[in-house]
């Protein structure tokens, strides 16, 4: 048998091409998985401020029905809420406290599945500007996410525009079927534009900017602020417009929820230019 010697040389060449392409293909996968990771935190993220919509909505009706139930001495119409859904009222003096049970099967609301308690309390006062609504979340979830959080909503009587004014006070964290777990704080400001005065919640319309921050668990934070208000139509479970500015440490972007038309769908332009579809679940 013959044997060929192979010149040191050539064989360190080889060696040193094997490295490089190795070192490209490892650099190509790393990337594709920061990309996929990067774009799952939007859907995330996105998916956090549907959910805190929800739940504003949820806090925000159940305390204008009550209101105005006392303001005509009568009983809560509740046209919002599907029928499996309880509202139990506790008057005591000046002191409310609205305990929303969905159950531990769930009710639908405008098209999405909420289970377990939201405890809503606060001073009534009829003459008031300003009424703060604090809430507890009790076993509670939405579309099979629990949420988790004890905070506060701000309710002004009237804005320099004249409209009903929400802060919402952002201290929640969110925990996935998968085991996935991100938190959010922040603020919220919800102005609410049309359907106001009337116990027609078809019409209601609210606008909402404010400021944010999404943690996972990873320990990536994502900024966000509002740079074109996010249309709020209460007959719809997503936005239907508006765009958000959305910052991290090594990517950025605008988060945009399209011009009117009621679906889950968003996109997401990066400063580069490139731009991404995200479906909303």
Known sequence: MKRKKIAPRILTTFIVLS???????????????????????????????????????????????????????????QAYFSDCVTITAVLQLNHRELTIDFGTEGCFVNGHLLKGQIVVTYDRDPEAQEVMLN??????????????????????????????????????????????????DGLKVREWVEGFGDADFTNDVFEITGHWNSTFVNGNTHSHEVIIPLRRELTCAHFVSGSIDVERTYFSGVLDFGEGACDNQATFTFDSGDVVNITLN
């Open 135 to 184: 809430y507890t979340l009790v076993d509670f979830y939405i579309n099979l996410r629990q949420l988790i959080g004890t905070r506060t909503i701000l309710r002004e009587l009237s804005n320099e525009n004249g409209n009903p004014q929400f802060t919402h006070t952002l201290n929640l964290t969110v925990i996935w079927p998968n085991g996935a777990q991100a938190t959010r």
């Open 19 to 77: 490295l490089v392409f190795t070192s490209c293909t490892k650099d190509e996968d790393d990337s594709a998985d920061t990309q996929q990771q990067n774009l799952e935190e939007l859907r995330m993220s996105s998916e956090m401020d549907d959910m805190e919509t929800v739940l504003e909505d949820v806090v925000i009706t159940a305390y204008e029905d009550q209101e105005t139930a006392e303001n005509r001495m009568a009983n809560a119409v």
